[in-house]
């Protein structure tokens, strides 16, 4: 039994300076040294998003906005490559942490600005755009809808839908955004959240305004 441990121990090591090696790399924009398998790489996702209240200490804004657009978008395209993967537990629990990024990072960091207008109360803080852009990046996020796989897609929507209903303004713009790419295979799903952000007042007009665009198909 105690050697069973100490090899469980030896190996979370081990996961762990992978991990971080993946980390570093993909904050500094480039690519990792070692090559990781679609399974590692949903896992380390997982990982990123339920310690990025830890990360974000160590991490500048500029270093933070730099990373995400390589990690969840074509510098590195692992999210593309992530999606072709079947319907498991690995990827149900990183669908599951995504609101951590926008709870733990977004909502702290981002200023008080609309990026679909690119003007606001306050200057865009870096981590205004990887924000506003998770669901248009290229081969990023919403290469899941694309595989046609019933479950990726549910995830899609069901992620959006629940980030529609924040009070955080940064993060209520990214759902438009993303339900508003989805609003034209999927209508019967993503415009009844559009509508319910029209519908609250406490909402800046600029975001039911962006709402109501999503819905007429007038959407950046």
């Not at 121990?9 to 081990?14: A, F, S, V």
């Not at 995504?98 to 990072?105: A, D």
């Not at 295979?185 to 952000?197: A, K, M, T, V, Y």
Request: hydrophobic share 35%; net charge negative; aromatic share 12%.
């Amino acid at each position: 039994m105690q050697k069973f441990n100490e090899c469980r121990y030896q190996h979370e090591l081990q996961r762990m300076d992978e991990f971080k090696h993946w980390l570093d790399a993909g904050l500094n924009g480039s690519e990792p040294e070692l090559a990781f398998e679609a399974r590692d790489l949903v896992q380390f996702f997982t990982r990123f998003n339920l310690q990025i209240e830890t990360i974000r200490e160590d991490w500048n804004d500029s270093q933070l906005a730099k990373g995400i657009w390589h990690l969840y978008g074509s510098g590195s395209c692992y999210l593309s490559e992530i999606s072709q993967l079947p319907p498991c537990r690995e990827l149900d629990d990183f669908f599951n942490s995504v609101p951590l990024l926008y709870t733990n990072l977004f909502e702290v960091r981002c200023s008080s600005f609309f990026s679909h207008l690119d003007r606001g109360l306050e200057p865009a803080n870096p981590l205004n755009g990887p924000c506003f852009m998770l669901w248009d990046m290229d081969c990023g996020i919403d290469s899941f809808r694309f595989t046609g796989v019933p479950a990726h897609v549910d995830h899609c929507i069901q992620l959006l839908q629940r980030l529609s209903i924040s009070t955080h303004p940064a993060t209520v713009e990214s759902a438009i955004h993303g339900l508003g790419h989805m609003i034209d295979d999927f209508r019967d799903r993503c415009q009844p959240s559009l509508e319910r952000i029209i519908s609250r007042t406490e909402v800046p007009l600029e975001l039911r305004k962006y709402a109501l665009n999503a819905i007429n198909y007038c959407i950046q």
